[in-house]
């Protein structure tokens, strides 16, 4: 990490304890690594953030229904989702110091450190970045943080909190669809709390063992559906309007590249400028074996390019893999689709099934080709195998039956959180009028998720009338949003403070206002005041506000 940028996030993370953002968890007991509290700035910014992600998400669309899910499920449902088995990092240990890390992170900490150590065994690469010790094979470690459930603290009673919110909403797939009345393509969206037992939390709040997901599966139709449906599928070489109504005859890939666009949309409008972020899309080879594709947007945080979140074509895995381990069916009945199979002949039938084996070939193929490194052809045998397993489908689609599959937008609430807050941060040097040089503090938070919209000051405070329209403005605003009152000490000082908690105005009522009703507005980032009424005021701060 380069010394600027960790210089800008000490200043950042100084800033945001002092002004009630963020705190060590359990700081009067030295804390916790990984675990990080809120303060009263940092919960109203975090409320907005997941107000502003439901409403986009969620309210704002006709095809999305919302779910709040417990933290503790049903263990077998870690079993299902693969969580069990393979949801490990590989973990090192140094034989002198007997520091844990992250294998793959032992260069990043290397680069961390101010005293870099030499290896204690001459030649080696793969050392110790905190003393230069021998390290330890790596080995995998599960993130699950493991707990009992009930008084009797026995293996099978053993419990997991959720790595992910994703999940419960595939558990849950049947019952919403049941009761929201909504037929694929369709979405379910879940925010909520996840754990994972990170081995070495680092980088502020970017990477914490307790933290918050907004998460969304998007169940659309297998493109077979779509082409049987529709005679067609619309893939991204026809060009598609992905700005406009969503469509019936998408194909996976047109759905996945639309959620890209939306989750930029979103970040856009909650204030991270698009040449702040840039989507990576995951290489064949590191796409997990059911992914169709996967793009990350990464950020430029202080300490490099990051994560912030991801969105994966997922094809029908989750489902499939909770049909299979549950022995409940998680078809969907879709009726058009079975109308317009009714019309084909038992040729036609054929021809499409011998297609479908075609292409699930290839593509499965293709696929562990790209995993192994080089071609790899299947026996006789697996060729069977995925052509019986193709027939099947089909035989269901003409029925009118599939599992659907998903696209998957899932982001952190506490990194989007951390980014919003990286990107507002500035430090502004200014000179007044006689030349006196001084540093305003300034978060520049889009008033969409600025903790305070308004603080509202009487200009003197001993004056009655002054105080008392001020109060009167302020009881009628705080009904609407979150208003900050403040009278201690020069107005220049009241609005640095505002400046520093990223409070877009700050409404001054001076004589003028006890005669006519106006007061003056000063804009955070222009410091400019403009003077007006009441009603001109709520219009543009609605506007502003508004998704
Ligand atoms: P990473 O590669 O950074 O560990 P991931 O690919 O495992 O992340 P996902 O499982 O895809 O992450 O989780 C979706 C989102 O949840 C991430 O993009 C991130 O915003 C958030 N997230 C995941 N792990 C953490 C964590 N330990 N702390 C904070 N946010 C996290």
Known sequence: MAEESKSSLDALSALCKRRGFIYHSSEIYGGMPGFWDYGPLGCELKANVKQAWWQFTVRGREDVAGLDATIIMHPKIWKASGHLDTFADPMTMCKDCKKLMRADQVKDIYADQKKKPQPKVAGSDFFCPYCGGELTEPKPFNLMFKTVVGPIDDPSNVAYLRPETAQAIFAQFLNVTATSRMAVPYGIAQMGKSFRNEVTPRNYTFRSREFEQMELEFFIRPDEAV??????????????????????????????????????????????????????????????????????????????????????????????????????????????????????????????????????????????????????????????????????????????????????????????????????????????????EDIRTVLHFNPKVAPVKVAIFPLIKKDEAQYKLARDIFTKLQKKVNCQWDVSGAIGRRYRRQDEAGTPWCITVDEQSTKDGTFTVRERDSMEQRRMSYGEFLAMMYEALEF
Not at 328 to 342: G, M
């Open 227 to 436: 082409e049987l449906q529709y005679g067609h599928v619309v893939t991204l070489a026809d060009n598609p309007d992905l700005n406009g109504p969503v469509q019936d005859d998408w194909g996976w890939e047109v759905w996945h590249k639309y959620w890209v666009e939306q989750r930029k949309k979103f970040l856009n409008a909650v204030g991270l400028p698009t040449e702040k972020f840039v989507e990576y899309w995951q290489k064949p080879d590191e796409l997990a074996h059911y992914a169709r594709a996967c793009v990350d947007i990464e950020y430029d945080f202080p300490f490099g390019r990051q994560e912030l979140e991801g969105i994966a074509a997922r094809s029908d895995f989750d489902l499939s893999q909770h049909q299979l381990h549950s022995k409940v069916p998680q078809t969907v009945f879709d009726d058009p689709l079975k109308q317009a199979c009714k019309k084909l002949t038992d040729d036609d039938k054929a021809a499409f099934i011998a297609k479908t084996q075609a292409e699930w070939l290839d593509w499965k193929q293709k696929a562990a080709s790209a995993k192994a490194g080089k071609e790899v052809v299947f026996s006789d045998e697996e060729k069977a195998d995925i052509a019986a397993k193709a027939k099947v489908f089909c035989e269901n689609l003409f029925d009118g039956k599939y599992v659907p599959h998903v696209i998957e937008p899932s982001a952190g609430v506490d990194r989007l959180m951390l980014a919003l807050l990286c990107e507002a941060y500035e430090e502004q040097k200014l000179t007044d009028e006689k030349g006196k």
